[in-house]
């Protein structure tokens, strides 16, 4: 393998490995607008040249694979000097949009021009061509010409990631503008990714645009709950208001790197998936029409479940457990229905139909965790046989975590259960078909407001971290279950998430020698598994 020598530090790297490759695995910071990892090199910005000892001419990082013994600078006066005259040349046909475009505080033209820039253009006479402004290219996308600099990534991204070849480059030569194709548009289901990859604010996020200054964003590690994927995401929200739910909402998603999940990119309906984080939420828990506290909740659960446990009919109870809950929550709702409540009937798979899939990242089951689910719930009764039983008045509580049952099941057997249960509860984050005719619906927090694991399709248990404080009188489902077991006699002591997956791995064999801090940002993978 090739030993070369960057900025006065060694690195040995793969036969192959272009500088601008060894210098991201030093941490030495070459400056690029058109070179993307994930993307064909093109080679054409120029900004990322370096000098070469034995060469006559400056390289370029990107393109250039290295040689044994190969010394190489990056930040000598003569590389300095031809990226100020390149950031000289783009800043002529580029608009001091600054005050109101979305890319202000994360534009790599302001970054390297505050770096590297030439502050005494020779060139500032020369008028700014004008080219088309903002304008719509698809459902989700604003392109803005007059700030392109032609790095040609998001051409790149069309033809060899989504392959769906939406963009092009038109009149190249001294009026190149980057445009879609005459009759097309830019909507497929990654259309989003062309914004988080465009180094400058030619495509902008029409979601997103003038909500809020980027420099105004705090990120918090996430996974997408979208499909069983588990994409890795950050949740931004706005640190400049008062760290309340209510005033820190959420301003977007964006795909965090993971290469052996989704790499760099999340699809469009994951991207935009987070109004249900604020809207639409329960927030109090509910007996009936009237708004109780939570000791009211909790007694009221208690007086339907003692009796049942202490006369040894606990086959009296009907549990739809969520593949959308963390395995966390999954493990108490085990513990305390199938070993507190032994002989409770318990499932999480409700008959739902298949969604949007494709060949890439989107997956059929709209869950983010039936593999963890499959792993930690001892299944004892199909979800469709205890609806039945519920129906039928076989069953003295039913209780619901998330699931749409009038969606699933029809408003008439919603009826029916409602009328022939002692107690039908409800508990979930979001008003659905199920709470009307719940008799007490529980408020939990959403996945961006508590910390845990998802298991994806791959089998990798994934973190996810809390943003902010659950909404109002929220709480993670296992902190609920936990005040139950309590009031019962039977409680279930667990201080946080990550005591609680201590357990999962402790009793779970898959899990075993897990922890938060091996699974880390990247994942860990179950062993172990049975065909």
Request: with cysteine; aromatic share 8%; proline share 5%.
């Amino acid at each position: 393998m090739p030993n070369l020598t960057i900025d006065g530090k060694q690195i040995e790297v793969p036969a192959g490995t272009t500088i601008i490759q060894a210098a991201d695995k030093l941490g030495i910071p070459i400056p690029r607008y058109c070179y993307h990892p994930a993307l064909p090199v093109s080679g054409n910005c120029r900004i990322c040249m370096v000098e070469v000892e034995k060469q006559p001419k400056l390289q370029i990082a990107c393109y250039t694979p290295v040689a044994d013994g190969m010394v190489v600078k990056t930040n000598s006066p003569k590389v300095l000097e031809v990226r100020k005259t390149v950031l000289e040349f783009l800043l002529v046909n580029h608009p001091v949009d600054c005050p109101v475009c979305d890319q202000a505080g994360e534009c790599k033209l302001q970054d390297y021009y505050m770096e590297h820039g030439q502050y005494d253009s020779r060139l500032s006479d020369v008028k700014v061509k004008k080219e088309k402004k903002a304008f719509s290219i698809g459902p989700t996308v604003m392109l803005d010409q007059e700030r392109c600099i032609l790095c040609t990534r998001c051409v790149r991204y069309a033809d060899t990631i989504t392959k769906t070849h939406e963009f092009g480059v038109f009149s190249r030569g001294d009026h190149s503008q980057l445009d879609v194709y005459p009759g097309k548009q830019l909507d497929n289901n990654y259309s989003g990714n062309v914004v988080d990859i465009c180094p400058v604010g030619a495509l902008t996020d029409t979601d997103f645009r003038f909500k809020c200054r980027v420099w105004y964003l705090a990120q918090t590690k996430s996974v997408c709950p979208g499909c069983s994927m588990g994409c890795n995401i950050t949740v931004e929200w706005d640190k400049s208001r008062p760290h309340q739910h209510k005033k820190a909402r959420v301003m977007r998603l964006k795909p965090r790197h993971n290469p052996e999940v989704n790499d760099y990119w999340i699809c469009d309906k994951g991207r935009y998936n987070y109004h249900f984080i604020d809207e639409n939420r329960i927030q109090h828990p509910q007996l009936n029409n009237d708004l109780i506290s939570w000791e009211q909740a909790i007694d009221t659960v208690v007086q339907v479940l003692k009796p049942l446990k202490d006369l040894k009919r606990t086959n009296r109870i009907g549990v739809l457990a969520s593949a959308q809950l963390t395995n966390e929550d999954l493990f108490v709702i085990r513990k305390f229905f199938k070993e507190t409540l032994n002989g409770a009937h318990l499932d999480f798979k409700v008959s739902e139909k298949p969604g949007d899939s494709d060949d890439f990242l989107m997956k059929a089951d709209k869950n983010p965790n039936t593999a963890g689910a499959a792993q930690i719930i001892q299944v004892s009764t199909d979800a469709a046989q205890i609806v039945q039983k519920a129906r039928a008045g076989e069953i003295d509580l039913l209780y619901v975590f998330g699931h749409d049952l009038a969606a699933l099941y029809g408003k008439e057997a919603l009826y029916q259960i409602s009328k022939n249960v002692k107690l039908f509860v409800f508990q979930g984050s979001n008003v659905n078909g199920s709470c009307s005719y719940a008799h007490l619906n529980l408020p939990s927090s959403v996945y961006a407001e508590k910390a845990g694991t998802f298991t994806n399709c791959q089998q990798k248990v994934q973190r996810i971290w809390p943003a902010f404080l659950p909404m109002a009188e929220a709480k993670a489902d296992w902190e609920i279950l936990s005040l139950i077991s309590a009031k019962l006699g039977a409680p279930i002591n667990y201080k946080d998430a990550q005591e609680i997956f201590k357990d999962i791995a402790a009793t779970i064999s898959p899990f075993s020698e897990m922890t938060y801090d091996k699974i880390s940002d990247k994942g860990m993978v179950l062993k172990n598994l049975s065909s």
